[in-house]
């Protein structure tokens, strides 16, 4: 399991690392020759239309803190083909982002050093996959380190540019007419597609409920207005015909205004957002297939924790490798294409909050749920959509390519490994009222629920998580339900049914443990050795151990051989102590699914076993 050390302020620096790029200082100077003096204003709005985006993948986030971010969300509600395939993407999205950023470093250090790009290409991507191994503490410190530096530069950039601006620059305000803002959002809103980095490393974050949603949030919210600010200098300063196209506006903007003092300080910005975002890049481009890896749809060697540093190894090195080899690519085009990767899994993951949360499944728990659902969702579906085509078509047939490749590797490999469930299932199990599931994925979310928690698990809420819960529909003698269930506890233990009938009815008329004449706890000894079971029945009407009453809703049966003597008396008490709180009736009577029966004893409180 990977270590957890990234604070709130860990994941407000990957999420600003990851926007502040070329976002601000290339792409101002050509959205100025779509939107014009507005260009400030699509900024803004794709900020807005970001922060709408991301909400639904924080909520995922929340409620599956997991390696691996989008991947995992959308195998868990989709199925392990759309995981594999998304897996594949993002994690190619990501890495030729991070090459991009390495591919301007190398460009920076051509110019002074007339070294080939290719080879100080190689010695940064060396440097960044070093750091990563070392520890993701030590790569968020360096990462937050980086951001702090470059806002500064920025916010100076900006105090001093804002007395500078001369208002007839923004005048007319709308020559290119009110639909060109949007269009100018369209072209910016790559910007802040980096966002959903952040999720790739959400099982290492520390407290998630609390710092995922705050982190990004305000992550999205202070580079929104910054962006908006330098625009808008920008605009206020520059020629438009010397802002219209420029490939460094920010910098010609700082030499108006701050000489070559001011040249330097946002040349050195530039290098540090580049140096942020091949950062950033490394370390959540890692995660996916690490999160692939785990679940057996790319080779298990992949999701090897380094033991000394706690982070995936050959997952950070095989991504180096692949970004290195990137360099020698048409970046342009690929890094296009991966921003419709990106925006195509903003879809994604909003269709995804919408299954899981109709598909009713009892341990989706979010701690962030987005807002005016399903409407907000349903517009963020439909906007990035509108976004994607807008790309245009090359960009859509190398995503194509790339989904053709993913597929392949499933077809080849991840389709013959182990079976999994997914939220469709439950969804269309809910809607067929047909039987498709076995509660795999109820118990893999109890577990990620465990872990985000925090609560410490022992022998007892393992021996639940295997327990077999029987519902009894009317009302029966406990001789009758005892007869219903030892055919399926004999498959469990080398008994035959007959004998552990006769057992558990000797063992009633000796003892019979109930709690307050709501729950009966019946338990036996099994021949042979190292084995134990537990059979967990629920009768909301009632099963009748005497003439005269029948108000036992609850019934455990526990069985062990002769060595397990402790482990089951140790069983015994748990379920004592569990069954006797406060709301147990209530909740036993109420819970509608055996996920709900499980929850309910495996994440109350009470004493742990060590």
């Known amino acids: 399991m990977l270590k957890k050390r990234i604070t709130v302020f860990g994941v407000f620096s990957i999420a600003a690392g990851a926007m502040i790029s070329s976002g601000i200082f290339i792409l101002p100077g050509m959205a100025f020759d779509i939107a014009g003096p507005a260009v400030f204003a699509s900024y803004l709005l794709a900020g807005v239309l970001g922060l709408l985006g991301i909400l639904s993948v924080i909520e995922l986030s929340t409620a599956m803190p997991k390696s691996g971010g989008a991947y995992f969300f959308i195998n868990k509600t989709y199925g392990p083909l759309a995981g594999t395939l998304t897996g594949f993407l993002a994690w190619a999205a990501i890495l030729l982002k991070?090459?991009?950023?390495?591919?301007?470093?190398?460009?920076?250090?051509?110019?002074?050093?007339?070294i080939n790009h290719i080879i100080t290409g190689f010695v940064f991507c060396c440097i960044f996959v070093f750091l990563n191994i070392i520890g993701v503490k030590k790569a968020t410190?360096?990462?937050?380190?980086?951001?702090?530096?470059?806002?500064?530069?920025?916010?100076?950039f900006i105090a001093f540019g804002i007395p500078e601006i001369e208002p007839g620059r923004f005048t007319p305000f709308l020559d290119n007419g009110i639909n060109r803002i949007f269009v100018g959002t369209a072209f910016v809103f790559v910007t802040f597609g980096g966002l959903i980095q952040v999720s790739n490393?959400?099982?290492?974050?520390?407290n998630p409920k609390r710092n995922m949603p705050l982190g990004i949030i305000s992550s999205v919210v202070v580079v929104s207005?910054?962006?908006s600010l330098v625009t808008f200098v920008i605009t206020g300063t520059l020629e438009p015909e010397n802002f219209r196209g420029s490939m460094t506006p920010v910098a010609d903007s700082a030499q108006l205004f701050m000489g070559t003092t001011g040249y330097v300080i946002i040349t050195l910005a530039s290098l540090l957002a580049f140096i942020s975002t091949a950062n950033a890049g490394i370390m959540a481009a890692a995660r996916y297939p690490l999160a692939l890896s785990r679940d057996r749809l790319l080779p298990g060697k992949l999701s090897l924790v380094n033991k000394r540093f706690g982070t995936?190894?050959?997952?950070?090195v095989i991504t180096g490798i692949i970004i290195f080899l990137s360099l020698l690519l048409p970046l342009e085009i690929l890094v296009k294409a991966a921003s419709t990767v990106i925006l195509a899994l903003y879809v994604l993951t909003n269709f995804a909050v919408i299954i899981l949360r109709e598909s009713k499944m009892v341990n989706y728990q979010p701690s962030f749920k987005t807002p005016f659902y399903p409407w907000l969702q349903i517009a963020s579906i439909l906007l990035f959509i509108f976004l994607i085509v807008d790309l245009g078509a090359e960009a859509i047939e190398i995503t194509l390519g790339l989904i053709l490749a993913g597929f392949i590797v499933y077809m080849f490999y991840g389709r013959k490994?182990?079976?999994?469930?997914?939220?469709?299932?439950?969804?269309?199990?809910?809607v067929t009222a047909r039987e498709l599931t076995e509660d795999i994925l109820e118990d893999e979310l109890r577990e990620i629920?465990?872990?985000?928690?925090?609560?410490?698990?022992?022998?007892?809420?393992?021996?639940?998580?295997?327990?077999?819960?029987?519902?009894?529909?009317?009302?029966?003698?406990?001789e009758n339900v005892i007869e219903k269930v030892v055919e399926k506890i004999s498959g469990q233990v080398d008994m035959s049914a007959d004998e552990l009938l006769s057992r558990f009815l000797a063992r009633r008329k000796e003892s019979n443990i109930c709690v307050a004449g709501f729950t009966a706890i019946h338990h036996i000894v099994l021949e042979g050795e190292g084995e134990m079971f537990l059979k967990i029945i629920r009768s909301r009407k009632g099963i009748r151990f005497t003439d005269r009453?029948?108000?036992?809703?609850?019934?455990?049966?526990?069985?062990?051989?002769?060595?397990?003597?402790?482990?089951?008396f140790e069983a015994l008490d748990c379920l004592a102590s569990v069954t006797e709180q406060k709301e147990f009736r209530e909740k036993w009577l109420t819970a509608e699914t055996p996920a709900e029966l499980k929850n309910l004893l495996t994440l109350c409180s009470r004493k742990r076993l060590s």
């Not at 490393?201 to 520390?206: A, F, H, L, P």
């Open 549 to 568: 009453k029948d108000e036992v809703k609850a019934i455990f049966l526990v069985g062990g051989t002769r060595e397990k003597r402790k482990a089951q």
């Open 449 to 478: 629920i465990i872990d985000r928690e925090g609560i410490e698990q022992d022998f007892f809420d393992h021996l639940i998580k295997d327990a077999e819960i029987t519902d009894i529909d009317g009302p029966e003698t406990i």
């Open 225 to 227: 207005i910054v962006y």
């Open 98 to 114: 991070s090459a991009f950023a390495i591919f301007g470093l190398a460009e920076v250090a051509h110019s002074y050093t007339g």
């Open 417 to 430: 490994r182990q079976k999994k469930e997914y939220a469709l299932l439950h969804l269309l199990e809910r």
């Open 141 to 156: 410190a360096f990462q937050s380190t980086l951001v702090v530096s470059l806002l500064t530069l920025l916010v100076i």
């Open 201 to 206: 490393v959400s099982e290492e974050i520390i």
């Open 312 to 316: 995936p190894t050959i997952a950070i």
